[in-house]
């Protein structure tokens, strides 16, 4: 597999904005980039969330990361209608090297499986760790020796 250069743009919008208006945003620069020349790899909307430090006022932020591919002359000119704009308080491009990102899916199943994926939850009963089910319980068993734990635990 080729490693190709591709760039990650996250912006933050106001958090006080309806659903709706973020969607159009959304869509008016996923749009503006094709129209510049770019190649749109992935757009996800992360959600409202809670800023490091308070920007403009606003102490909540709704996040979205937006992965494009392109000459890098594009850049320049989609930060530019960010700057403009007062619903975007802040945005950050990166280049990025490595396999090109896939998109996600926004199922709620897919989301909760990979969230527990996370947290070291072993969903696939591969050979890092042994699940035995009884009565709607899961047992993990760990094959590495922890010293702390001296019983299995059931989630």
């Known amino acids: 597999m080729i490693d190709q250069i591709y760039y990650e743009t996250m912006y933050i919008l106001r958090p006080d904005i309806p659903e709706d208006e973020v969607t159009n945003h959304i869509d008016k620069y996923n749009k503006l980039l094709e129209e510049l020349g770019g190649k749109i790899l992935d757009s996800q909307m992360r959600g409202k969330r809670r800023l490091a430090y308070q920007i403009a006022k606003h102490r909540e932020g709704i996040y979205v990361q937006l992965s494009h591919q ?35 899916s926004s199922n709620k199943s897919s989301n909760q499986s990979d969230h527990k994926e996370s947290k070291g939850i072993d969903l696939n009963n591969n050979s890092d760790s042994k699940a035995e089910e009884s009565n709607d319980k899961k047992t993990v068993i760990s094959e590495t020796p922890n010293p702390e734990i001296k019983e299995p635990v059931e989630s």
């Open 70 to 104: 392109g000459d890098g002359q594009h850049i320049f000119k989609i930060e530019k209608a960010m700057r403009l704009s007062e619903d975007v308080i802040r945005y950050l491009t990166v280049k990025q090297e490595g396999p090109l990102p896939t998109p996600r």
